[in-house]
């Protein structure tokens, strides 16, 4: 054909035609390049995963059925039996629930702060083989040391993972001493809400390990959300600038309401870790922030009033919405946990879309208003 679709094509086909024995024995044994069976992989992962990896500086990457697929396919590759785990603290809940399962197969964790290299070095055991940060923590926005803690991770031994779905675009922690980095594309990759779906990017050794194991388990990604991440991909710088922009405007704004106790977005002066935002960062923070009402019942009254900005617990679409941590991601804590870890019943976190700032803020301020 002289001319080629402008758009990547659609393959939703679940098997391929194979000309014959020695063709079948040539791709199965990596001699030949192409696809059996899209469990294994097609046309679609592929594409997804050559711009991820290019993204993050990666030598390979692998297209989960969602970020926690992405999340437990080298953890279960990397570790078995009587290993251990130095997880950070705060993390995303269910990321905290599957460490926890993973003690029924023997292995064992601990817990670290991320901002401090000193605690994940007391955190570390002759038996870590992983250690496991998030490059902003959920739901608070703390940034992780990532050079101090992949330092430690290296001289212990151990393979050194960040999840990285906040902060695409705004670093590269593979470049800051990662081992490997994983993203649920279903928030600011897909950018739309409308597909489900995960990727790890790291070494070719890693991602083939994992890989192998995630199409057994049955934990790999489809070609139509595929398809729909690698669109997403494609207007993502454009979507970080913005949101960026806007995120930081309203922060500022709501760092001046009575009713709010306390934002947290790295880029605010005022936020623990904004030096090191401005030396990892640069000039953009990203499209998350969270700020606290007091209560919950002041959360739950603020969510009913806002008349365009939904109560929708995920984040990452062009659209503005907001979850409330402790009875959604965080929900498998307990009070106690969540309240040492400064996660408290009046936290909102909103996830900036691409609206007019303006309009935005119109619809906080009136809820926040009404608290009044």
């Keep these: 054909m002289a001319t080629e679709p402008l758009v990547p094509p659609l393959h939703l086909s679940a098997v391929y035609k194979i000309k014959g024995l020695d063709q079948v024995d040539a791709l199965y044994g990596g001699e030949q390049s192409g696809y059996i069976y899209a469990r294994d992989g097609h046309p679609n992962a592929s594409q997804l995963a050559a711009k991820v990896a290019s993204l993050e500086g990666a ?3 692998l297209v989960c059925a ?6 437990a396919a080298p953890l279960l590759a990397l570790l078995g039996s009587g290993d251990h785990i130095a997880l950070s603290e705060g993390v995303y809940g269910r990321t905290s629930v599957l460490v926890n399962e993973l003690s029924r197969y023997g292995v064992t964790h601990s817990t670290f702060d991320p901002t401090s290299p000193e605690s994940l070095q007391d955190a570390l055991t002759g038996k870590t083989r992983v250690v496991f940060a998030e490059t902003l923590s ?3 926005l703390r940034l992780a040391d990532l ?5 430690v991770a290296r001289e212990a031994g151990a393979t050194f993972l960040v999840d990285h779905t906040f902060a695409p675009l705004l670093c590269r922690p593979i470049a800051l001493g990662a081992d490997a980095v994983t993203h649920s594309a279903t928030k600011l990759i897909g950018g739309h809400a409308d597909l489900t779906q995960g990727v790890l990017a790291g070494s070719r050794e890693l991602v083939t390990r994992a890989g192998s194991l995630a199409s057994t388990f049955g934990m790999t ?4 959300e595929s398809w729909l991440a690698l669109r997403g991909l494609s207007t993502l710088a454009l979507r970080v600038e913005r949101t960026s922009t806007t995120a930081l405007e309203l922060a500022g704004r709501l760092e ?5 106790y306390a934002v947290h977005y790295p880029g605010l002066a005022v936020h623990p870790d904004h030096v090191r935002a401005r030396s990892l960062l640069g000039t953009k923070f990203g499209a998350m922030l969270t700020f606290d009402l007091g209560s919950r019942a002041a959360a739950d009254r603020f969510i009913r009033t806002l008349e365009h900005i ?4 995920s984040l990452g679409d062009v659209s503005t919405t907001l979850s409330h941590p402790v009875t959604t991601s965080h929900r498998s804590f307990t009070p106690e946990r969540a309240a040492a870890l400064g996660i408290t019943p009046g936290l909102i976190r909103l996830s900036v879309g691409l609206e007019d700032p303006a309009d935005l803020w119109a619809d906080l301020s009136q809820a926040l208003e009404d608290l009044k």
């Design 256 to 260: 001046r309401v009575n009713q709010v």
């Design 310 to 313: 939904p109560f929708a617990p």
């Design 221 to 224: 990604g489809n070609p139509f």
């Design 59 to 61: 030598e390979a990457a």
């Design 138 to 140: 959920n739901p608070l």
């Design 147 to 151: 050079p101090g803690l992949a330092e």
């Design 66 to 71: 969602s970020g926690m697929g992405a999340e």
